[in-house]
């Protein structure tokens, strides 16, 4: 299932401004903030405890890209960075309401990047029946600076471990060039995560393909359209999300180097992939609903079939009981010593005789 993010107050005054002055500091632990500082040549990775402190400090000069990244917002710590950043207070609440459709926005002295990242949560269950995993779209907020990229995430935990282990080998192209290609890898890295994602719905939907054939209930057509559910918000991440590759390509701020776009082209016709498996996935969807309604059908003519076929059987077999079951006096049957075993043996006869003749006819015994 996948997880909507808070939304403001209707009506609330825009920005964070009117709630700056109420703002508290959040409890020490429960907002995680690091940073790495690198060049072509050196790297500084640590944690920031005071954070007006380290904002304060000047940028040591042999720093040419440093990375804030700050886990579980929240609205003091976002405050402060917009005070020393001077960003807009709009700006402010789009990081602090987690609820922003990807988009790029362009400022005088940065750019603003707001993107959805896929992750798979797994849980525990004894429920073999049950999905032991579920969806996660977090909102990630980033600011591009000249020398600065500052990312918030709502949680701690993401996708860019690789792109930290990239850093701390020296002779790699991301340690030689500009913000703007850390932001390539970190996009990269959104967009790519999103191909396992999907196999997952891929591999539940073939699973899903087989029960329905087999055992169609009402419970597949739960999952059914569960899936139908999550694949129309997959879209709905993913699809803006081609914009805003295609947007940070034709930027002309200059924060996007002419040596990096070649590479966001390659993002963009990823995202152009994920888009086309998507509507491949929503159609198979659809059509399991289609083939779950002719399952079902199916199942209900067979039962009708064979009911259909009992009844047939037992119609003369009932006429001929019902003949005899009238009190005439005058029907020689009756006064027979053979009257009843005679009957049986009609009975038994018409009963075959039927029974064959719907074999002959492929009714009985055939699939």
């Not at 000069?61 to 990375?67: D, E, L, T, Y």
């Not at 960075?81 to 789009?94: K, V």
């Not at 703007?180 to 994602?197: E, K, N, Q, T």
Request: net charge negative.
């Amino acid at each position: 299932m996948i997880k909507h993010g808070r939304r403001g107050n209707p009506g609330e005054s825009p920005g964070i401004d009117h709630i700056a002055a109420t703002l508290i500091a959040p409890e020490v632990g429960s907002v995680a903030i690091n940073y790495i500082d690198y060049s072509a040549t050196q790297i500084d990775v640590g944690d920031i405890a005071d954070l007006d402190g380290f904002l304060d400090t000047p940028l040591p000069s042999w720093v040419a890209v440093r990375w804030i990244n700050v886990s579980n917002t929240h609205p003091y710590v976002i405050n402060q960075f917009r005070r020393h950043f001077e960003f807009h207070t709009l700006t402010a609440e789009d990081v602090l309401h987690l609820n922003q459709r990807p988009r790029v926005e362009a400022f005088d002295d940065h750019l603003f990047v707001v993107l959805r990242m896929l992750r798979v949560l797994h849980h525990e269950s004894e429920d073999e029946s049950v999905n032991d995993w579920s969806l996660d779209a977090e909102q990630v907020s980033i600011f591009l600076y000249d020398k600065v990229l500052i990312t918030f995430q709502e949680k701690v935990g993401d996708v860019w471990q690789p792109i930290r282990d990239r850093l701390q080998t020296e002779s790699l192209r991301i340690r030689k060039n500009e913000p703007g290609y850390l932001l390539y890898a970190m996009l990269d890295a959104v967009v790519d995560h999103c191909f396992p994602v999907l196999e997952r719905y891929g591999d539940q939907l073939e699973d899903l393909e087989v029960v329905t054939l087999e055992t169609p209930s009402p419970e597949v057509l739960r999952r059914i359209h569960c899936v139908k559910r999550e694949l129309a918000l997959l879209r709905r991440i993913i699809w803006p999300m081609r914009e805003l590759v295609d947007h940070l390509y034709r930027d002309e701020s200059g924060r996007i180097s002419e040596s990096t776009r070649p590479y966001l082209r390659d993002v963009y016709e990823h995202t152009i992939q994920i888009v086309e498996i998507i509507e491949s996935y929503r159609e198979m969807a659809s059509g399991l609903t289609d083939l779950y309604m002719s399952a079902v059908s199916n199942r209900m003519n067979e039962i009708m079939k064979v009911l259909t076929i009992m009844s047939t059987v037992f119609i003369p077999l009932t006429f001929i009981a019902g003949v005899y079951g009238m009190n005439f006096h005058f029907m020689p049957e009756l006064s027979a010593r053979w009257g009843y075993p005679a009957v049986w043996g009609v009975f038994v006869i018409l009963t075959i005789g039927m029974v064959l003749f719907f074999r002959r006819k492929g009714w009985v015994g055939k699939s």
